[in-house]
């Protein structure tokens, strides 16, 4: 007895997935607030290599701070598009999301032909 259901998931429960998502990256963001000090570049903070470290670790957290925020405006994306019923559709020629695709990335606004 195999039931199949795996390619209809309604669009309430696609909006729940996103929304847990959304849920997810805003307690990281929550958690990790924005580097706001800049490391001190006057003061010699030891040697040359732990300030590079340092500054890398700053641009890192940046970066990462970034992605969740462009993560964020993909899934907010993504409800708009489930509330306007476009959900499921690449935006770039219209034609079905593989399943497996939204399944892996709910927010993905992509067809895999559309995805790079
Ligand atoms: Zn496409």
Known sequence: MSKKKTDQV???EWKQRLLALRGDIEALLAGHEEPRAQPESDQEVGDRAA?????LD????????????VELNRIDAALKRLEDDEFGDCVTCGNPIGPERLALDPATPF???HAK
């Open 51 to 55: 300030r590079a470290e340092a500054v």
């Open 10 to 12: 309604s669009p309430l």
């Open 111 to 113: 067809c895999i032909h």
């Open 58 to 69: 700053h641009e890192m957290a940046a970066e990462t701070t970034r992605r969740r925020h």
